[in-house]
């Protein structure tokens, strides 16, 4: 650390539409997997926070829910999670797909953003799908809508201008305490994380009527005297018991198949051997049902 009396400390919340790559730039950011990533829309559910720590400063960046217009309750706490953490932060990343114009979701957010003080940043991300010269005709379209502090052009994916942006939001945030030891890399406990991880795999290999219907929940997760191996347990709720038999597969292939990849990404994130074992509970309408939604992490101080 350089000066201490100058170190710099804040909160950054990364907002957007569903699927314009706003858990890939945190994972970058963070240089690991804390935030699951998926091509299907609105899979990010809570605000998950990731901290980078270098000597200057510390930025706890607010990863949310893609903001859209929610059909049940999960999608009214989604909405509510993303839109108020607006004024509770040092600055505002509002992230955009460069391969997508402005359109009526952009409008919306962009809405929501005159209400607020904080400086805001329009962050263009998947620059590597477009031509360059592209890029202006964009700044110049999103200009026309909101008066932004900054507008950084970046690829979450390859990393391309991420250094940039850090230097920029360096630049805004106040001076203030290191809130989290250096090497803490979220707020989240590593039970949430593993459940997390979990959802990805069933996302990834799941059609289209299962994605928004699940819920993982981490019954238990303990070391046992054996080596150094962490023995988790795991269910994954599906509101119909069609979408169970889809989870579970012929002969339990699908839900052997998920656990395999997620033990994967498990083993990284704990650095020890992992076994994994998965049930799948039936819990009809449970996105509709306040008591489930508690029950499954989706608390209502988190409005």
């Known amino acids: 650390m350089t000066n201490k009396d100058q170190y710099k400390s804040g909160f950054i919340s990364?907002?957007?539409?569903?699927?314009?790559?706003?858990?890939?730039?945190?994972?970058?950011?963070?240089?690991?997997?804390?935030?699951?990533?998926?091509?299907?829309?609105?899979?990010?559910?809570?605000?998950?926070?990731?901290?980078?720590?270098?000597?200057?400063?510390?930025?706890?960046?607010?990863?949310?829910?893609?903001?859209?217009?929610?059909k049940h309750k999960l999608g009214d706490f989604m909405m509510k999670t993303a839109l108020n953490t607006l004024n509770e932060v040092d600055v505002v990343l509002f992230v955009v797909n460069a391969t997508e114009g402005f359109g009526k979701g952009e409008e919306f957010i962009?809405?929501?953003?005159?209400?607020?003080?904080?400086?805001?940043?329009?962050?263009?991300?998947?620059?590597?799908?477009?031509?360059?010269?592209?890029i202006l005709s964009i700044i110049d379209d999103y200009k026309g809508h909101y008066d932004f502090a900054e507008i950084i052009p970046i690829s979450a994916l390859q990393g391309n201008n991420v250094n940039t942006l850090l230097t920029q939001i360096q630049k805004y945030i106040p001076e203030g305490p290191q809130y989290y030891p250096a090497d803490q890399v979220t707020d989240h406990p590593e039970r949430f994380i593993v459940a997390e991880l979990i959802r990805e795999k069933v996302l990834h290999m799941t059609r289209e009527e299962i994605p928004h219907s699940i819920a993982v929940v981490t019954d238990s997760m303990e070391k046992r005297d054996t080596g150094n191996a962490v023995y988790i347990q795991a269910t994954i709720i599906v509101e119909r018991s069609s979408q169970k038999g889809i989870i579970i597969g012929k002969q339990g292939s699908m839900l052997k198949e998920v656990g395999k990849r997620a033990r994967h990404d498990i083993e990284k994130l704990l650095g020890s051997k992992v076994f994994l074992e998965l049930w799948v509970k039936v819990q009809k309408d449970w996105r509709n049902k306040m008591i489930h939604l508690r029950d499954y992490g989706f608390n209502e101080q988190d409005y």
């Open 110 to 134: 962009v809405e929501r953003l005159a209400n607020i003080n904080n400086p805001v940043f329009l962050v263009i991300n998947k620059i590597d799908q477009i031509h360059p010269d592209k």
């Open 14 to 70: 990364i907002i957007g539409r569903p699927n314009v790559g706003k858990s890939t730039l945190l994972n970058n950011v963070i240089g690991q997997k804390i935030a699951i990533m998926s091509d299907k829309a609105q899979t990010t559910r809570n605000k998950i926070q990731g901290v980078y720590t270098d000597d200057n400063a510390q930025m706890v960046f607010i990863d949310t829910p893609g903001i859209h217009k929610p």
